[in-house]
């Protein structure tokens, strides 16, 4: 995996690896052209050829990767069949298969943000409601920094990419999973309310409780001996 963090130890040099470094026979760094991951196709694309396929980079195509653990820049990835020589390119689906979404629809991908990287960015606005997505990259710009890899992170794409990652999830959770977003534990599942970012202020209202409890049914009466009873 390119996005292992490696390290040359020696008696001269404790050096940090990139992920076109390796270490040749004599222990002289050495470049080689690596790849994106992705999941490999299980039979050749070819309908009358029975040979399995295998990844090697695209020496044309060069793609920034944005993972939780900062930026990359890799090669894209062919598909060659171990057969017949067949060779495909990756495409868009395949990247999004192997969980690495793109920041626009255009055939060439030249931009994709890990659904690690998505999923981290997720929960850090949510858990910490005053940080903002330009702290998220510049945070992982730092961490490449750290690693030896310099380059900025694009957030306006990250953003994009954020956008059709959670448009997938909401996609996953309602046609898969059959998950129920409008059912409210107090409302039962026909609320009087609904709200698509959450700030809707819920008034307590007489009826509040007893969809679930029906003892719970808060009356004028109750009301007033409580009040009462507060105020003695």
């Known amino acids: 995996m390119p996005f292992h963090r490696r390290l040359l130890c020696s008696c001269e040099t404790l050096e940090t690896l990139q992920p076109h470094h390796f270490i040749d026979e004599e222990g002289n760094i050495i470049t080689k052209d690596v790849c994106l991951p992705c999941f490999v196709p299980l039979k050749c694309c070819d309908v009358n050829c029975l040979g399995s396929m295998s990844l090697t980079p695209n020496?044309?195509?060069?793609?920034?990767?944005?993972?939780?653990?900062?930026?990359?820049?890799?090669?894209?990835?062919?598909?060659?069949?171990?057969?017949?020589?067949?060779?495909?390119?990756?495409?868009?689906?395949?990247?999004?298969?192997?969980?690495?979404?793109?920041?626009?629809?255009?055939?060439?991908?030249?931009?994709?943000?890990s659904e690690e990287a998505l999923l981290l960015g997720y929960h850090i606005s949510h858990k910490c409601p005053g940080s903002s997505k330009n702290m998220y990259a510049r945070?992982?710009?730092?961490?490449?920094?750290?690693?030896?890899?310099?380059?900025?992170?694009?957030v306006p794409l990250f953003t994009t990419a954020e956008r059709e990652w959670e448009t997938c999830r909401h996609y996953i959770d309602q046609e898969v999973?059959?998950?129920?977003?409008?059912?409210?534990?107090?409302?039962?599942?026909?609320?009087?309310?609904?709200?698509?970012?959450?700030i809707v202020k819920l008034r307590r209202l007489s009826s509040a409780g007893k969809v679930h409890n029906p003892e719970n049914e808060r009356t004028e009466d109750a009301c007033t001996r409580k009040h009462d009873k507060d105020w003695s």
Not at 177 to 187: A, E, G, M, V
């Open 177 to 198: 999973l059959k998950r129920d977003k409008t059912h409210c534990p107090s409302c039962g599942k026909e609320p009087l309310v609904r709200s698509s970012d959450a």
């Open 59 to 113: 020496l044309t195509e060069s793609i920034v990767v944005v993972t939780e653990q900062g930026r990359f820049l890799l090669k894209g990835t062919n598909f060659v069949c171990d057969s017949c020589h067949t060779v495909r390119k990756a495409t868009i689906d395949d990247y999004i298969f192997s969980g690495f979404f793109p920041a626009s629809l255009s055939e060439k991908v030249t931009y994709l943000f």
């Open 139 to 154: 945070t992982l710009e730092d961490v490449s920094k750290e690693y030896g890899r310099n380059g900025p992170i694009n």
